[in-house]
């Protein structure tokens, strides 16, 4: 079974934003290169005509078969509005010896990216707090290369692939406690039968500041994603730990 989508990402859009919305007319920017250590758990079929199985893969799995991973969230803030991006790409690489009568190896090799864009505007401001609305859009990537070595010797090949973009609502929020440290939270709902049926997510945790440039983020991200079309499933849940370093200038 393909390794597909095991890491994924979407927007945390609560992630390094650390202080206050900044006075209108002088922007704020954050970038936050990050991990995300997730689990996989759900349905996924990518080869029309097969049905989808079942998995239940935890981070150490899924590490095991990572090839590369690169996750980046930023943000631009000016007054009360606010522009988010997050977007991640990974591959993994799965082999099974098989040695049967007609097949001897099968190579899966699996690419993933998502990225989302979201304009937010500030709705609530109060003492050491504030909270963010926004909506936007997530667009999703999936691509698997099969290789499948036959006992004659002979190497079939076989592509799939599966693309399809999801509107997204949500709310962020931030509390800044006494010194360095700050809360951040978020919570998105989308899809609504537009590209998947339905996804949520929701990313929660604290932040510790070096200096007023840099930042040290923390805490708990779980994805949920439902897409079903033209013989792809993709309807998994994904959640794990997230770290991230924040610059801001």
Same mark, same amino acid.
Request: aromatic letters at 14%; one cysteine or more.
């Given at each position: 079974?393909?390794?597909?989508?095991?890491?994924?990402?979407?927007?945390?859009?609560?992630?390094?934003?650390?202080?206050?919305?900044?006075?209108?007319?002088?922007?704020? @920017?954050?970038?936050?290169? !990050?991990?995300?250590?997730?689990?996989?758990?759900?349905?996924?079929?990518?080869? %029309?005509?097969? %049905?989808?199985?079942?998995?239940?893969?935890?981070?150490?799995?899924?590490? +095991?078969?990572?090839? /590369?991973?690169?996750?980046?969230?930023?943000?631009?803030?000016?007054?009360?509005?606010?522009? !988010?991006? +997050?977007?991640?790409?990974?591959?993994?690489?799965?082999?099974?010896?098989?040695?049967?009568?007609?097949? *001897?190896?099968?190579?899966?090799?699996?690419?993933?990216?998502?990225?989302?864009?979201?304009? $937010?505007?500030?709705?609530?401001?109060?003492?050491? @707090?504030?909270?963010?609305?926004?909506?936007?859009?997530?667009?999703?990537?999936?691509?698997? &290369? !099969? *290789?499948?070595?036959?006992?004659? $010797?002979?190497?079939?090949r076989?592509?799939?692939?599966a693309?399809w973009?999801?509107?997204?609502?949500?709310?962020?929020?931030? !509390?800044?406690?006494?010194?360095?440290?700050?809360?951040?939270?978020?919570?998105?709902?989308?899809?609504?039968?537009?590209?998947?049926?339905?996804?949520?997510s929701?990313?929660?945790?604290v932040? /510790?500041?070096?200096?007023?440039?840099?930042?040290?983020?923390?805490?708990?991200?779980?994805?949920?994603?439902? /897409? +079903?079309? &033209?013989?792809?499933?993709?309807?998994?849940?994904?959640?794990?730990?997230?770290?991230?370093?924040?610059?801001?200038?």
């Amino acid at each position: 079974m393909t390794v597909l989508g095991r890491s994924l990402c979407s927007a945390c859009a609560g992630l390094a934003v650390l202080l206050p919305a900044a006075a209108a007319g002088a922007w704020e @920017y954050n970038i936050t290169p !990050y991990a995300w250590m997730s689990g996989l758990e759900g349905d996924l079929g990518t080869v %029309p005509g097969f %049905p989808a199985q079942s998995v239940d893969l935890s981070f150490g799995d899924i590490w +095991d078969d990572l090839d /590369y991973g690169v996750f980046l969230f930023g943000s631009a803030r000016n007054g009360p509005w606010v522009f !988010y991006l +997050d977007s991640s790409a990974v591959q993994t690489t799965s082999k099974e010896t098989v040695n049967g009568p007609n097949v *001897k190896s099968v190579e899966i090799e699996s690419r993933t990216a998502n990225i989302a864009l979201a304009l $937010g505007r500030t709705v609530v401001v109060g003492p050491g @707090y504030d909270v963010d609305v926004f909506g936007g859009v997530r667009h999703w990537s999936l691509d698997n &290369d !099969y *290789k499948v070595r036959a006992a004659d $010797g002979t190497t079939h090949r076989k592509s799939t692939d599966a693309d399809w973009t999801d509107p997204i609502i949500g709310l962020a929020g931030r !509390y800044r406690f006494e010194g360095r440290w700050s809360a951040f939270g978020s919570a998105d709902i989308g899809g609504f039968g537009v590209g998947s049926d339905f996804q949520w997510s929701f990313t929660a945790g604290v932040n /510790y500041a070096f200096n007023d440039l840099a930042s040290l983020s923390v805490g708990w991200r779980q994805i949920d994603v439902d /897409y +079903d079309d &033209d013989g792809t499933v993709f309807d998994v849940t994904q959640s794990g730990p997230i770290v991230g370093l924040s610059f801001k200038f």
